[in-house]
T-cell receptor, first 113, second 114 residues
Framework: QKEVEQDPGPLSVPEGAIVSLNCTYS??????FMWYRQYSRKGPELLMY????GNKEDGRFTAQVDKSSKYISLFIRDSQPSDSATYLC?????????????FGTGTRLQVTL | KAGVTQTPRYLIKTRGQQVTLSCSPI?????VSWYQQTPGQGLQFLFE???????NKGNFPGRFSGRQFSNSRSEMNVSTLELGDSALYLC?????????????FGPGTRLTVT
């Protein structure tokens, strides 16, 4: 079983919909949680970065972390066709300098007109 | 501020050859991490360098190696290439090592091994 599980999709929604993307994880040591967006044939772009549990909002994006359930979410409000991309969750423990980033496999999102 | 740059962007090599990829981090960033991305395995961590020292290493064979220079630029080398090494190799930079720092990725080098 992978340390981080993410539904690969594809997830297809109409423009203007609220999108919910999720990841579950098994390693209780994970403390830092990130969401990246990756367009085809590009490198991942950091969208959200949170530490421990709680919510964080940035424009149309909201990240939620529930450490008790080992579950993180990314919500996208008023989705746009330009949001069509693969969304990757990533996380790492707080073990000083020797901690690696572990990624989910990514969810492919398609926002249709 | 310029982002992370990687060269070359595309590379085609033959099985058995070796390859060197280069990464220049964001100005002021001193930590560089390397990742391999494939359709089957997703993004997998290779290694992380900070202050010219390897701080962490992923589960890859010894054919994969790297180094960091005093100006924080980094190179990774893959020797005796195998078909399975075909992948997108991504470099990410951060201000420092460890989880407290955000990582920013470059566009990647797409390596094809024939």
């Amino acid at each position: 079983q992978k340390e981080v599980e993410q539904d690969p999709g594809p997830l297809s929604v109409p423009e203007g919909a609220i999108v919910s993307l999720n990841c579950t994880y098994s390693n209780s040591a994970f403390q830092y949680f990130m969401w990246y967006r990756q367009y085809s044939r590009k490198g991942p772009e950091l969208l959200m970065y949170t530490y421990s549990s709680g919510n964080k909002e940035d424009g149309r994006f909201t990240a939620q972390v529930d450490k008790s359930s080992k579950y993180i979410s990314l919500f996208i409000r008023d989705s746009q066709p330009s949001d069509s991309a693969t969304y990757l969750c990533a996380m790492r423990p707080n073990t000083g300098t020797a901690s690696k980033l572990t990624f989910g496999t990514g969810t492919r999102l398609q926002v249709t007109l | 501020k310029a982002g992370v740059t990687q060269t070359p962007r595309y590379l085609i090599k033959t099985r058995g050859q070796q390859v060197t990829l280069s990464c220049s981090p964001i100005s002021g960033h001193r930590s560089v991490s390397w990742y391999q991305q494939t359709p089957g395995q997703g993004l997998q961590f290779l290694f992380e360098y900070f202050s010219e020292t390897q701080r962490n290493k992923g589960n890859f064979p010894g054919r994969f190696s790297g180094r960091q220079f005093s100006n924080s630029r980094s190179e990774m080398n893959v020797s005796t290439l195998e078909l399975g090494d075909s992948a997108l190799y991504l470099c990410a930079s951060s201000l420092g090592p460890g989880g407290a720092y955000e990582q920013y990725f470059g566009p990647g080098t797409r390596l094809t091994v024939t």
